[in-house]
């Protein structure tokens, strides 16, 4: 599904990747290690083609994620459609003047025929139908969290890329989105830093060190020693 071949990207002077090389495939579950300033979140949005990387290839279903593909409107909105992220800082996401209008936002950009059904379908899902016609930034934090999850989810994704997911849920609702994850027939690619939640995320894991290499990509079996979060400094 992505290909990542010896990508390599420099922001304001620092490398963030050099010769990345990532496979993902269709359906996995990945949950994504590392400390801050590891390059996680950045990862997550190069995925989702914000970040364009200097050097190397990333593909997508075999097409290329370039500025040149992206700017072909069917190329575009096919992988816009197919590939949803949920950033780190919910407030980035946020800007219509209710929480309908924001769950239906995608919807209507991407031309679907039942966008009353999708939006109250998962307003219903994360508890949200009681605000559909608040404003969104009056919304607690993790009122913001299930919003922006039900923003893409309403979207019906191939892949869903989650940045720090459930920061700001509380047990209850964090028990309830690791439950709709597990039950998802999609791809998923999830940054945390909870421990104790991440082996319930996902079966492959992926650790990057502090320079954006990759410290360890296999099962969840083996990756929760305590010498490689060790060594990865998620654990002292």
């Known amino acids: 599904m992505f290909r990542v071949e010896n990508v390599t990207l420099k922001r304001d002077g620092d490398t963030i990747f050099e010769n990345l090389n990532l496979r993902i495939e269709e359906g996995e579950k990945v949950v994504l290690l590392g400390v801050n300033g590891s390059g996680k979140s950045t990862l997550l949005k190069m995925l989702n083609a914000l970040v364009i990387p200097d050097s190397g290839e990333l593909l997508f279903e075999n097409t290329p994620l370039t500025k040149k593909a992206l700017k072909d409107k069917a190329t575009n909105e096919y992988f816009r459609r197919s590939v949803g992220l949920v950033f780190q800082n919910i407030d980035a996401m946020l800007f219509n003047p209710s929480v309908y209008d924001e769950i239906a936002f995608g919807s209507r950009q991407l031309g679907f025929d039942d966008i009353d059904a999708r939006v109250r379908n998962?307003?219903?899902?994360?508890?949200?139908?009681?605000?559909?016609?608040?404003?969104?930034?009056?919304?607690?934090?993790?009122?913001?969290?299930?919003?922006?999850?039900?923003?893409?989810?309403?979207?019906?994704?191939?892949?869903?890329?989650?940045?720090?997911?459930?920061?700001?849920?509380?047990?209850?609702?964090?028990?309830?989105?690791?439950?709709?994850?597990?039950?998802?027939?999609?791809?998923?690619?999830?940054?945390?830093?909870?421990?104790?939640?991440?082996?319930?995320?996902?079966?492959?894991?992926?650790?990057?060190?502090?320079?954006?290499?990759?410290?360890?990509?296999?099962?969840?079996?083996?990756?929760?020693?305590?010498?490689?979060?060790?060594?990865?400094?998620?654990?002292?």
């Open 122 to 236: 998962y307003a219903d899902v994360f508890g949200l139908t009681p605000y559909l016609n608040s404003v969104p930034f009056k919304l607690s934090g993790g009122q913001k969290q299930k919003l922006a999850l039900a923003c893409v989810m309403s979207l019906s994704p191939k892949v869903l890329l989650l940045d720090e997911p459930t920061s700001a849920l509380d047990p209850a609702s964090t028990a309830k989105f690791m439950d709709m994850i597990a039950a998802l027939n999609i791809t998923t690619v999830t940054a945390t830093h909870n421990l104790a939640i991440a082996p319930k995320l996902g079966e492959r894991v992926i650790i990057l060190d502090e320079k954006g290499k990759i410290l360890y990509d296999g099962t969840s079996e083996n990756a929760y020693e305590i010498d490689l979060l060790t060594r990865a400094g998620l654990i002292i």
